[in-house]
Every structure is written in C-alpha cells, then in structure tokens.
C-alpha cells in the first residue's frame, strides 16, 4: 500500500463569469472554445444558474481526447433548461489530462451572465 496519499486539492483552479451566448465558451481559457488543457487531474465543474429563466435552455459539455494525438471529443454533456430550483449545479468529477475542455453555450431564447468554477484533484 502507498505510503504517500497525500492529495491537493485547488478549489478554484479555473474561474470566470461571463455573459454565455450561442458561441460556445471555454471555461479553461474564458474565450471561444473548446480549447485544449493537457494538464492532469481528477476535475469537477460548479456552475450558478441563478439567472436562467423560464424558455432559457444552456448546455455543458467536457471534452478530452481518448489517447495523445487522438481527436479531442465530447465526453459528457448536460443540459439546463428554465429557472433552476437548486442554482448552483455540479458536474461530475472526471479524470482528465491529454486535451481537455469545459464548455458552455446558450441554446435558446436570452444570453445570460453565468458564473463558474472548476476544481482540481491531483
């Protein structure tokens, strides 16, 4: 058995607020995405929908890529639609590192101001 469990954790490894349109948007880089992160950790997504409302429908998506030099790919996706009974929303934690993303994008009716974070494991 290892002796050395030790772990960190960095709550807000990446962080940003940002007005989400129908352009896609990378939570990693908070620009147009996806883009691509290599670095390696176990990643978790905290997402305030606070200001969504009835009609409003955004999406999440985490991309990687299955092995270096594959195709970066989506590998999970959720949906949002309408004002949110619980506002703060929590991916779940994915094991990434060869070219990953977090994404979000407007689907229909207003573009609203969304707030995120992503936290690492390693």
Request: proline share 3%.
């Amino acid at each position: 058995m290892p002796e050395d469990l030790n772990m960190t954790i960095t709550v807000e490894a990446y962080s940003g607020t940002e007005t989400v349109s129908t352009t896609e948007w990378s939570m990693t880089t908070d620009t147009v995405g996806p883009d691509t992160d290599t670095s390696s950790g176990l990643f978790q997504a905290f997402i305030d929908l606070n200001a969504l409302v009835f009609g409003d429908v955004f999406e999440f998506c985490v991309y990687e890529k299955c092995r270096t030099g594959d195709t970066q790919r989506k590998v999970y996706a959720a949906q949002f639609a309408n004002a949110q009974a619980a506002p703060i929303w929590a991916s779940p934690a994915l094991i990434l590192g060869i070219g990953w993303d977090m994404t979000l994008k407007r689907v229909s009716v207003a573009d609203r101001a969304i707030a995120w974070r992503i936290s690492k494991v390693v």
